[in-house]
């Protein structure tokens, strides 16, 4: 059963830090590229930043030099390490993983809440 469990939520004040975890299981984690969206109230989602299967990293503008995403193949989870949080980081973020090729596969997190408020 494939399962992508998120956690390190929670409430932090402006400039603050948290770092997200997403375990994986059920499916061969090292092979896919593994992504984190958010999505703020009454906000469309959006991308966060994406760490490839090979380790390449890319991130959204606004998240560039605050946020880093980070993976764990032995571990199988994937990380996100966000400092100088602004209340406009609040929304649920969410990881997901994809593997390309000649059936794309994709699998979602149910997300944790992150909230940036003093």
């Known amino acids: 059963q494939v399962q992508l469990v998120e956690s390190g939520g929670g409430l932090v004040q402006p400039g603050g830090s948290l770092r997200l975890s997403c375990a994986a299981s059920g499916f061969t984690f090292s092979g896919y590229a593994m992504s984190w969206y958010r999505q703020g109230p009454g906000k469309e989602r959006e991308l966060v930043a994406t760490?490839?299967?090979?380790?390449?990293?890319n991130y959204a503008d606004s998240m560039k030099g605050r946020f880093t995403i980070s993976r764990d193949n032995a571990k199988r989870t994937v990380y996100l390490q966000m400092n100088s949080l602004k209340p406009e980081d609040t929304a649920v973020y969410s990881c997901?993983?994809?593997?390309?090729?000649?059936?794309?596969?994709?699998?979602w997190g149910q997300g944790t809440q992150v909230t940036v408020s003093s």
């Open positions: 760490i490839s299967a090979g380790g390449s990293t």
């Open positions: 997901k993983a994809v593997r390309g090729g000649f059936i794309t596969l994709e699998y």
